[in-house]
């Protein structure tokens, strides 16, 4: 018994300890995601802006074109796979891969290039035997442009100069804290990227009903300026949103491992006052009964 007691002792008290470091896990993840929800906040203004300036011009300025806005027929794809370094955040990655290799399984190994960002999607595109054509793994938790701007230019460029096709990028939505959704955006071409709002206003700017914009030097050398920035933008305003996400599930993780830990501590502790009490009634029993023999 008293070896049984030993025993419940040491379980409760490491128990407690993992409790603990999963509290102080959920703690540092809460803050971490109320930056990062600020960050991927911050960025939209700037895409969005972009992103009408192009629609202006690709409307306005009828004989401007640029292979980024054009549909080619589809022989190879690209595909960019965001997930995090780190684990203990529940199902964020396992969810996000699984879309990925769902969507990537009905396509000819040899026609596809693959850029993974983080390490836990390049670890399982490199156990299923996949090519990776690039990767980053690493990144802080809170990246700045300049971190993936090479990466991000690169791959862009697979497209530009024709070694894909499409390009799609693949990740978490942040949808609230609770709840991370995985997306699959197609990324380029940009053709049919744009809303029936904004092509009705650029349409209105062509036919000089709205005020018009003077490009320097001219309308293509804008655009060609532009299109690659702004899909640059996309990705990293996409890896802002898995980012937060990332730190949404971990905080949930840990929040739910928390509490499964305060169960089992109550479990366990009903279970050595339960032994504790069976022991102390035994030796009262032995101590009567040893009593009685004497008298």
Do not use: C, W
């Amino acid at each position: 018994m008293a070896k049984g007691l030993r025993e419940l002792r040491a379980r409760i008290r490491s128990i407690k300890n993992t409790q603990q470091i999963t509290k102080a896990m959920e703690l540092v993840s809460a803050s971490k995601l109320r930056r990062a929800q600020e960050r991927a906040t911050s960025s939209k203004p700037y895409a969005e802006k972009m992103r009408a300036l192009i629609a202006h011009i690709a409307g306005s300025a009828l004989d401007v074109s640029h292979p980024m806005l054009e549909r080619r027929p589809v022989k190879n794809t690209g595909f960019i796979l965001i997930t995090s370094d780190r684990g203990l955040a529940g199902g964020y990655n396992a969810n996000v891969i699984r879309a990925f290799m769902e969507r990537i399984k009905s396509y000819d190994a040899s026609t596809v290039k693959i850029v993974a960002i983080g390490r836990k999607g390049y670890d399982h595109i490199i156990k299923r035997g996949l090519p990776v054509t690039d990767s980053i793994i690493g990144l802080d938790d809170f990246p700045r442009y300049q971190d993936i701007q090479a990466l991000a230019s690169k791959t862009v460029g697979y497209f530009t100069y024709g070694e894909v096709d499409e390009l799609y990028i693949v990740y978490n939505e942040f949808v609230s804290p609770l709840t991370q959704r995985p997306k699959i955006v197609r990324l380029l071409p940009l053709t049919g990227a744009f809303s029936e709002q904004e092509q009705v206003t650029a349409q209105h700017a062509a036919q000089g009903t709205s005020i018009d914009y003077l490009y320097e030097p001219s309308p293509e050398e804008v655009l060609s300026v532009l299109l690659p920035r702004y899909a640059e933008t996309l990705i990293f305003s996409a890896l802002l949103e898995a980012k937060a996400g990332e730190h949404a599930a971990r905080m949930t993780a840990m929040g739910a491992a928390t509490d499964a830990a305060s169960e089992m501590i109550s479990t366990y502790t009903l279970e050595l006052n339960r032994a504790r009490q069976a022991a102390i009634t035994q030796e009262i029993s032995e101590i009567v009964a040893g009593a009685n023999a004497l008298s």
